[in-house]
């Protein structure tokens, strides 16, 4: 796989997680100076992910499973990647559960849940397919989606009221007691990937660092818009900001009746990508540390089981509660896997073989 695939894939699964429940985590995380948070994540991110990568570039020829195999063993490297699975499981359900409800609600309304949960079945089979066929496939959609997804965000902005943004700044840095704040930062366990593709393909620290400030556009973008439009209080009642920000845009021109519509539809393809990549790394580890089977099987045990899984979730304040418990994963996944990886780069480098 080249370096520009990967890159674009990098920017693919972030992109596709900040349209839905990011906005609302972060309007909830700060009455104030919302831009804080937003840029604590990424710098978070940033941080983490060269903290990772450094680590890393010192097996060569290992990705992050081996260098866990050989550093600390088959069960303890077990014991310390399970939590990293079990993030991606319950943020590929609990994530995509609010984004296929959009579908529920504003696009057929009246299909049966049970019916629109059956779209997990396209990321298993992409899953099952390999990550460079994600790749090849995710980029070839964005291209198709993107222009779609940025037309629809730029539409809005003539509807904003630039008051709004005041006040800027939160000096005590209050969001950071705030529960709401960590179950924000799940976009940014996306560079955790990386650490399974080889070092070939793997983009330099830096481009990935230049990539992360485009991202923090579109992150600003997807808090602020709807926020400038309907302003902090009101919005805070709001489950799709995002999708009802569109909805104020009137264009008669527009081929659509109905700008929400096609940018619902984007965003339900590009993340289906995102989806694919979890189960993909979600597979890897359980092949290569607890069940080595086909990838095949555990694919189909997977998709299953997320169905399953997504089909109990009674209510939206069940699936918030859900999110909200998921950020001790993410969170430990985000900071504890990338410093374990260095450090055992620094052990390496003190004991050579």
Not at 16 to 28: M, N
Not at 103 to 122: C, H, Q, R
Not at 158 to 179: C, E, V
Not at 244 to 255: I, S
Request: with cysteine; proline share 6%; charged share 15%.
């Amino acid at each position: 796989m080249s370096k520009r695939l990967l890159l674009t894939l990098f920017f693919i699964v972030h992109i596709s997680l900040f349209y839905y429940v990011y906005p609302v985590k972060i309007i909830e995380t700060a009455s104030k100076g919302h831009w804080e948070p937003i840029l604590t994540g990424f710098l978070t991110e940033l941080a983490f992910m060269w903290m990772y990568l450094k680590g890393l570039s010192r097996f060569p020829d290992k990705d992050v499973i081996g260098v866990y195999r050989q550093k600390s063993g088959k069960w303890l490297s077990a014991v310390l990647l399970v939590p990293l699975a079990i993030f991606l499981f319950l943020d590929l359900n609990l994530i995509h559960r609010y984004e296929y409800e959009s579908v529920n609600v504003l696009l057929l309304p009246k299909t049966p849940t049970l019916f629109i949960l059956l779209l997990y079945s396209i990321p298993c089979y992409i899953a099952w397919k390999g990550i460079e066929a994600i790749a090849r496939g995710g980029v070839a959609l964005f291209i198709c989606v993107a222009p779609l997804i940025l037309f629809s965000l730029v539409s809005g902005v003539k509807n904003m009221d630039i008051h709004n943004i005041f006040p800027l700044f939160d000096a005590q840095l209050s969001y950071l007691k705030r529960p709401a704040f960590y179950a924000s930062l799940f976009p940014h366990a996306g560079f955790l990937f990386l650490g399974l593709m080889p070092k070939k393909s793997k983009p330099a620290p830096l481009q990935l660092s230049y990539l992360l400030a485009v991202l923090f556009i579109f992150g600003l973008a997807s808090v602020y818009l709807p926020m400038l439009i309907f302003g902090p209080e009101a919005i805070l009642s709001f489950r799709y900001p995002n999708v009802l920000t569109l909805d104020t845009v009137d264009n008669e021109w527009v081929v659509f009746d109905w700008l929400p519509t096609f940018f619902v539809i984007s965003m339900i393809g590009v993340s289906m990508v995102e989806s694919a990549v979890s189960l993909w790394v979600i597979t890897t580890l359980i092949q290569r540390l607890l069940l080595p089977v086909g990838r095949g099987w555990i694919v189909i045990a997977l998709g299953l089981l997320s169905y399953g899984f997504s089909a109990f979730i009674p209510n939206m304040d069940s699936l918030e509660q859900l999110v909200t418990m998921n950020s001790v994963f993410c969170v430990y996944s985000i900071c504890v896997v990338p410093v374990t990886v260095w450090l055992m780069s620094l052990h390496d480098r003190r004991n050579p073989a």
